[in-house]
């Protein structure tokens, strides 16, 4: 029996391309292989989705559900360890920037969900529109994906500084990813933490760093997710590190249990803003 509630963890960053579908996949994954059950939401529209990362085939995706032709159910596939991939409405409707109508839709869709999920997380599109926003604002958990590079860092920035000033969301985690180090990633977020205490008042957290690995280039390539097609490669025990920090976290209670607080969340937000 599932007890706890649902843990939602959304995946943003600022600038695009710097590893959110990836880290979403193989964290989903990590969590299955631990026994979770597990669902992986993809709203995001790129060509490198979570369809792609987790190796599965989805028939229909989230387009027809917005279209009114599927349920939420009859489009779900199942992916490695028994994952639950929601499809992403590739290269039809842009998720970030939906109509309130299709938003109403989704909240409806997901209520619709009964599944006693322990986690589900949100693979979101890159930067800071409305949708993301209203998505994040909906997650327990924010977590924001980086590379140490410059551009990646100073969008970063500006994401968690939207996130803190204007929507005042709390439970912000950076994953500095493509590190050399474990040691680079913990600097990384030091010195994003402390600009952000300076100058925005606020702070984030830090779980671990995902190694630069060609392992990951290469699962994709043969449609698996890392941990099944290099489990020792240092890709796959980073996701698995992450997986067990998340799991010894505590967890975060949900106001009326699973999906429906996503739902309700969601819900509120598209209110705050009418
Ligand atoms: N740690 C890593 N080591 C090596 N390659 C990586 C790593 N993380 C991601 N990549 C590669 O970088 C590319 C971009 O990753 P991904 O698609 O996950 O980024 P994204 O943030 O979801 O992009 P978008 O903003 O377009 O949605 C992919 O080819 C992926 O395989
Ligand atoms: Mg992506």
């Known amino acids: 029996m599932n007890s706890s509630p649902t843990q939602i963890i959304g995946i943003a960053s600022g600038k695009g391309g710097v590893g959110k579908t990836t880290i979403s996949a193989n964290i989903a994954v990590a969590l299955a292989e631990r026994g979770n059950n597990v669902m992986l939401f993809d709203a995001d529209l790129g060509l490198a989705n979570a369809q792609l990362a987790l190796g599965c085939k989805a028939p229909f995706n989230f387009s027809h559900v917005l279209a009114g032709e599927k349920s939420l159910k009859e489009i779900i596939v199942e992916g490695p360890k028994g994952v639950k991939l929601v499809p992403g409405a590739s290269g039809i409707q842009r998720l970030a920037s939906l109509s309130a109508t299709e938003v109403a839709g989704i909240i409806h869709s997901f209520s619709e969900l009964e599944d006693e999920l322990d986690y589900f997380i949100v693979d979101m599109a890159a930067g800071l ?70 100058f925005l008042g606020g702070e984030v957290n830090y779980l671990h760093s995902i190694s630069e690995d060609e392992m990951l280039l290469r699962a994709i390539k043969a449609s698996q997710p890392i941990l099944s097609f290099a489990p020792a490669s240092p890709g796959a025990r980073d996701f698995s590190a992450v997986a067990d920090i998340l799991e010894a976290l505590p967890k975060h209670d949900s106001i009326s249990g699973g999906l429906q607080f996503f739902v309700e969340r969601m819900a509120a937000h598209q209110t705050d803003k009418a």
């Open 129 to 198: 529109s409305d949708s993301v926003m209203a998505f994040l604002a909906a997650c327990q958990h924010r977590f924001i994906v980086l590379k140490n590079e410059p551009s990646s860092i100073a969008d970063a920035y500006a994401t968690i500084k939207v996130m803190i000033q204007d929507y005042s969301l709390d439970n912000i985690c950076v994953i500095p990813n493509g590190v050399l180090s474990q040691n680079e990633g913990r600097h990384l977020y030091r010195s994003i933490n402390s600009v952000i205490k300076n």
